[in-house]
């Protein structure tokens, strides 16, 4: 009996149903403010705005931060598919362990765990 893998993780599904239906990318902040204008807006396409957000002292840092959004949400969301993907692996050979000798899958644990900390090395994180 197999038995499944316990996560406490995020709506991934519902993240990527929000990300597919936001305003298309690359996002970008406007920060061409005028007199008696104290707001950063964060546009789609060239003076389509997203969002607008007033501008104080860390609220530029906030903008960019929700235009960044736009290509870091479905960047990191891709990444959980493959470390996903890499953790159903991980967990079907150690359900073969219990099965069968160990030896016979130890090239294939290897290339889960090499798999693994590569897309970890390729984003900056510990692998």
Not at 18 to 36: I, L, N, Y
Not at 54 to 64: P, S
Request: proline letters at 5%.
């Amino acid at each position: 009996m197999r038995r499944p893998i316990a996560m406490n993780s995020p709506d991934l599904k519902g993240i990527r149903e929000r990300a597919e239906k936001a305003a298309e990318g690359p996002w970008t902040v406007d920060d061409s403010r005028g007199r008696g204008n104290n707001r950063l807006r964060i546009l789609s396409k060239p003076w389509v705005s997203v969002a607008t957000v007033h501008a104080g002292l860390q609220d530029k840092a906030t903008a960019a931060f929700i235009a960044h959004a736009r290509e870091d949400i479905p960047a990191l969301l891709s990444r959980c598919e493959v470390l996903e993907g890499a953790l159903r692996g991980l967990d079907e050979f150690a359900w073969s362990c219990v099965r069968t000798d160990c030896d016979e899958s130890r090239a294939y644990l290897q290339s889960l765990i090499d798999a693994a900390r590569s897309t970890l090395q390729r984003g900056g994180g510990r692998p």
